[in-house]
Nanobody
């Protein structure tokens, strides 16, 4: 019963930055981990980043380490993905997801998904 809404996507040039936000509503009392996935047209949905409830642990795929930062503000029921030095290969629909595990990363570890926000990076 958790609803997630992403925002912050857009069209940018390579090297630019974007910050994605995901706000949760509904049953948000649990100490759940949150994650970000992305999916390009015709491709599978891939894991990008995750953060524990207390923000003491994060997980990022190697291709975005040093460029992306995941954070959360539990008082606002919001998770963020700060994306710097964007590359054309980052182009995708970005989805946030909520799970009940400490630091989830598999799609099956997440029980709720947002509708996605489009990120397009031109060369």
């Amino acid at each position: 019963q958790v609803q997630l809404v992403e925002s912050g996507g857009g069209l940018v040039q390579a090297g630019d930055s974007l910050r994605l936000s995901c706000t949760a509503s509904g049953r948000t009392t649990g100490r759940y981990g949150m994650g970000w996935f992305r999916q390009a047209p015709g491709k599978e949905r891939d894991f990008v980043a995750a953060i524990s409830w207390s923000s003491d642990s994060t997980r990022l795929i190697n291709s975005v380490k040093g460029r992306f930062t995941v954070s959360r503000d539990n008082a606002k029921n919001t998770v963020y993905l700060q994306m710097n030095s964007l590359k054309p290969e980052d182009t995708a629909v970005y989805y946030c997801a909520a799970g009940d595990l400490y630091l989830p990363y598999k799609p099956q570890d997440f029980h709720s998904w947002g509708q996605g926000t489009q990120v397009t990076v031109s060369s």
